[in-house]
């Protein structure tokens, strides 16, 4: 019999676990709880997690609910996590059973979550359920074996004579300025990554959630005069490992190969590293972002589907 209970910081490890088994960019248990941490403190969040325990005691899946004022109104974030071998004998069943009653009690008037697209069997239990696709993303992956860095030295000049600085921070950049700078930068681009519907969260609150997950990051910067006009974000798991969390460059600095230097930097890094290749995922309906990859050498592979349920 699966027991469902509130998850407690003492669980951080086995949820983590749970869901690096599931997907391809593991995190750490810091990261986790530095997540955590940033949303207990702020006051216009609903946050929720719940884990399911068998007869033992040992966690076998885990579920939460989340909404802010960075959510479209009324439509919560879900998520349900299940041990691939403790699967078909109800435990997702019990976690969707607390997570879809508690949204309706918070006022939800829609449900969001994620699957791997390659995993037919979770997408069906979930269409079985009511929801359905809305957006699909594509995933690509380089390899970098044998990487060849001097094909790109050309476009890196061009880039640097324009006047451009590109430098290369790990973990957590130092300077106040640069990291209202990043921040700044992803409230500018997210509004342009296609079928994105959040708002870029508080300052305040982004940096705690930053600083808490500094580790195995590096961050590759375009500065303009110091002014942050390009970034790439990317997490290295030297030996396994690495996938680009993010890159974005300012409108007014598009087409000058800002993006393609940036994402060249956390290359290097992570060659330097290691790591034997890089994962990172784009809206299918993102060409531009699309070309750099191509252009890099990244080859396609199923990427995460976006699934949506509407609450009656």
């Keep these: 019999m699966v027991k469902i209970r509130e998850f407690t910081f003492d669980d951080a490890p086995a949820v983590v676990g749970i869901r690096n088994r599931i997907q391809p960019e593991p995190i750490t248990?810091?990261?986790?709880?530095?997540?955590?941490?940033?949303?207990?403190?702020?006051?216009?969040?609903v946050s929720c997690q719940f884990v399911a325990e068998d007869e033992s005691g040992r966690v076998v899946g885990s579920a939460g609910l989340y909404y802010s004022s960075d959510n479209p109104p009324g439509l919560f974030n879900a998520g349900?996590?299940?041990?691939?071998e403790d699967r078909r004998q109800g435990v997702g069943q019990a976690l969707i059973g607390?997570?879809?009653?508690?949204?309706?009690?918070?006022?939800?008037?829609?449900?969001?979550a994620w699957c791997r697209g390659e995993d037919q069997a979770s997408r069906a239990w979930a269409e079985k359920r009511g929801f359905v696709v809305d957006r699909v993303r594509t995933e690509s992956v380089l390899d970098l074996d044998g990487w060849d860095r001097t094909r790109f030295a050309a476009d890196l000049e061009r880039v640097r004579s324009s006047g451009i600085q590109l430098v290369t921070v790990q973990g957590m950049p130092e300077s106040e300025e640069i990291l209202r700078g990043i921040w700044t930068l992803g409230g500018e681009t997210i509004k342009d990554i296609p079928g994105f519907e959040?708002?870029?969260?508080?300052?305040?609150?982004w940096l705690r959630a930053f600083a808490g997950?500094?580790?195995?990051r590096v961050v590759?910067?375009?500065l303009d005069q110091g002014r942050v006009v390009g970034v790439s974000i990317i997490r290295l798991r030297p030996g396994e490992g690495g996938n680009t969390e993010y890159t974005g460059v300012l409108r007014e600095y598009r087409g000058r190969?800002?993006?393609l230097a940036v994402k060249l930097l956390t290359i290097d890094a992570a060659v330097a590293a290691g790591v034997p290749a890089i994962r990172t995922n784009n809206d299918s309906d993102n060409p531009p972002m699309l070309r750099v990859n191509e252009k890099l050498g990244y080859r396609m592979v199923p990427g995460p589907l976006r699934l949506k349920k509407v609450l009656a």
Excluded at 80 to 84: A, T
């Design 29 to 45: 248990v810091e990261q986790f709880n530095a997540w955590r941490k940033a949303d207990s403190e702020r006051p216009d969040c």
């Design 80 to 84: 349900v996590s299940v041990l691939p």
């Design 98 to 112: 607390v997570i879809e009653p508690l949204a309706r009690q918070h006022g939800a008037q829609a449900l969001r």
């Design 198 to 205: 959040d708002q870029m969260e508080p300052y305040e609150t």
């Design 213 to 216: 997950g500094a580790s195995n």
């Design 220 to 222: 590759a910067l375009a």
């Design 257 to 259: 190969g800002v993006a």
